[in-house]
């Protein structure tokens, strides 16, 4: 069964640092991985998908990548911002149906 | 409009009640989701519509939760007789094609079973 881990739980730094958020999964056999930003009391919006043929995925200040043979995703941002605060979750595309992560909080401090 | 919608935004529910919750996907997409999520964690999958056609509902967690899109755009989620553990927040979401790509999600329906 596949199970999708995200460490931290919360993760806190002044503005302007870069981050990294990282995400793991138990079954390698995966269509793809997303990773979503969830505001509070919204839904969640989608920020990049990598298939499982890439390595990774840019927009703008983020990055993501993925190393399926490891079980290993991790979402890097750039430059952060105070607007970057939000809770960023993981999701892998199994068997047609999505498995998330628990998300990590993320504050900036400005 | 221009996004998915959920109706009502917050729904408090006396054990043993039955709810609605409803949600109006973007105009022609093709795939609809409901997904809960407890505080705290990530959303569960709970059903999947193609159109109207209800392809999986293996995440409903008991009998007491029904699904349904009849004409292929608006969706209902029921429960019935809500029990405690049912409260979360329920998401749905749509999206033009017949895969998880290019999801868009409402706010949810965060329900509170007293």
């Known amino acids: 069964k596949q199970e999708v881990t995200q460490i931290p739980a919360a993760l806190s730094v002044p503005e302007g640092e870069n981050l990294v958020l990282n995400c793991s999964f138990t079954?390698?056999?995966?269509?793809?991985l997303q990773w979503f930003r969830q505001d509070p009391g919204k839904g969640l919006t989608s920020l990049l998908l990598?298939?499982?043929s890439q390595r990774e995925q840019t927009s703008g200040r983020l990055n993501a990548s993925l190393d399926k043979s490891s079980g290993r995703s991790t979402l890097y941002i750039a430059a952060s911002q105070p607007g970057d605060s939000a809770t960023y979750l993981c999701?892998?595309?199994?068997?047609?149906?999505?498995?998330w992560g628990a998300g990590t909080k993320l504050i900036i401090k400005p | 409009g221009a996004g998915v919608s959920q109706s009502p935004r917050y729904k408090v529910a006396k054990r043993g009640q039955d709810v609605a919750l409803r949600c109006d996907p973007i105009?022609?997409?093709?795939?609809l989701f409901w997904y809960q999520q407890a505080l705290g964690q990530g959303p569960e999958f709970l059903t999947y519509?193609?159109?109207?056609?209800?392809?999986?509902k293996s995440g409903l967690p008991s009998d007491r939760f029904f699904a349904e899109r009849p004409e292929g755009s608006v969706s209902t989620l029921k429960i019935q007789r809500t029990q405690q553990e049912d409260s979360a927040v329920y998401l749905c979401?749509?999206?033009?094609?017949?895969?998880?790509?290019?999801?868009?999600f409402g706010s949810g329906t965060q329900l509170s079973v007293l």
């Open positions: 990598i298939q499982s």
């Open positions: 979401a749509s999206s033009l094609t017949t895969t998880n790509e290019k999801l868009f």
């Open positions: 999701a892998v595309d199994s068997n047609y149906q999505l498995i």
């Open positions: 105009s022609g997409h093709v795939s």
């Open positions: 519509f193609q159109n109207e056609a209800q392809l999986d």
């Open positions: 079954d390698s056999a995966i269509y793809n």
